[in-house]
């Protein structure tokens, strides 16, 4: 019989104990799109599915040691990053991707620039918005919400204002989350770089209730469909419907916010 192989993604990204977001997110997300993750953690968090209490950050030679071990191996063309706790663990991720980047020039680099809990609460352990610069800097894609890009771009003014002035730093694509918005509809934009007067939307049905960890799984699922071969522009679209699907199905682990359910799409059934 002959033995499958599936293509890999590297994620860096932290540890939520309740299984909402973060690393346990991006192995589903990644996992369901027929790719497999490759899980570096950056951070231990103290949370639960409403609130983030504490981040303690991973050593950043042991990051570093991971990492250099799966790729010395491992094919891997996507990278995806979440949480890394401070400013010292991006500095040293971001030169890491920078020599991959050097033998690698199709290197995807999806960044989902979490620069705080749904509820506010810090995730990092310095400045957010300081700590992520050096991983925007060698990203492909950002992934920011309404309220993410405001604080990355440091711009008052409308969207478009503040996608330019962020992609004046970076060379990446932005996918502009619109879940923060009020409409009737999620807006999703799809910024290509230098190209911020033109856009493609996306607008999904807005659904009741509050979210642990959609971001993490829109970003992943991105990350898992370029892994299969799929082309950007399908990435998002796929990844988006699965996303949707995802929080749909989601379902409740204590009172507050909902788990998406990541499970790949044809598994994914309602109850009757």
């Known amino acids: 019989?002959?033995?499958?192989?599936r293509p890999c993604v590297l994620v860096f990204a932290g540890h939520d104990p309740s299984g909402g977001a973060g690393i346990q997110?991006?192995?589903?997300a990644i996992a369901a799109q027929g790719a497999h993750a490759l899980p570096v953690i950056t951070a231990l968090t103290v949370q639960d599915n409403d609130h983030a209490y504490a981040v303690h950050a991973v050593d950043v030679q042991i990051i570093l040691q991971q990492a250099m071990t799966l790729v010395a191996k491992m094919p891997v063309k996507v990278i995806k990053l979440g949480i890394v706790a401070h400013k010292k663990n991006a500095t040293a991720i971001a030169s890491f991707i920078q020599k991959m980047k050097q033998q690698h020039a199709d290197l995807h680099i999806i960044v989902d620039p979490v620069l705080g809990s749904g509820h506010g609460d810090s995730l990092s352990l310095d400045d957010?918005?300081?700590?992520?610069?050096?991983?925007l800097k060698v990203a492909t894609l950002i992934t920011p919400n309404l309220p993410e890009l405001k604080r990355l771009s440091s711009q008052a003014g409308d969207i478009q204002t503040q996608v330019a002035n962020l992609m004046q730093s970076t060379g990446a694509d932005v996918l502009l989350k619109g879940g923060?918005?009020?409409?009737?509809?999620?807006?999703?934009?799809w910024f290509q770089h230098g190209q911020w007067h033109t856009a493609q939307e996306w607008?999904?049905?807005?659904?009741?209730?509050?979210?642990?960890?959609?971001?993490?799984?829109?970003?992943?699922?991105?990350?898992?469909?370029?892994?299969?071969?799929?082309?950007?522009?399908?990435?998002?679209?796929?990844?988006?419907?699965y996303t949707q699907q995802s929080l749909q199905h989601a379902?409740?682990?204590?009172?507050?916010?909902?788990?998406?359910?990541?499970?790949?799409?044809?598994?994914t059934r309602k109850k009757s």
Not at 128 to 135: C, D, F, G
Not at 204 to 230: D, K, M, N, Y
């Open 203 to 241: 607008q999904w049905p807005r659904l009741p209730g509050e979210f642990h960890g959609s971001g993490c799984t829109l970003a992943s699922a991105i990350a898992g469909q370029l892994a299969i071969g799929v082309t950007l522009p399908e990435a998002l679209q796929n990844a988006q419907s």
């Open 180 to 189: 923060h918005a009020t409409e009737v509809q999620v807006k999703n934009i």
């Open 251 to 267: 379902y409740a682990i204590a009172a507050g916010q909902l788990i998406p359910a990541r499970q790949p799409i044809s598994n």
């Open 25 to 28: 997110a991006d192995i589903e």
């Open 128 to 135: 957010a918005v300081q700590a992520i610069e050096p991983l």
């Open 1 to 5: 019989m002959k033995t499958k192989t």
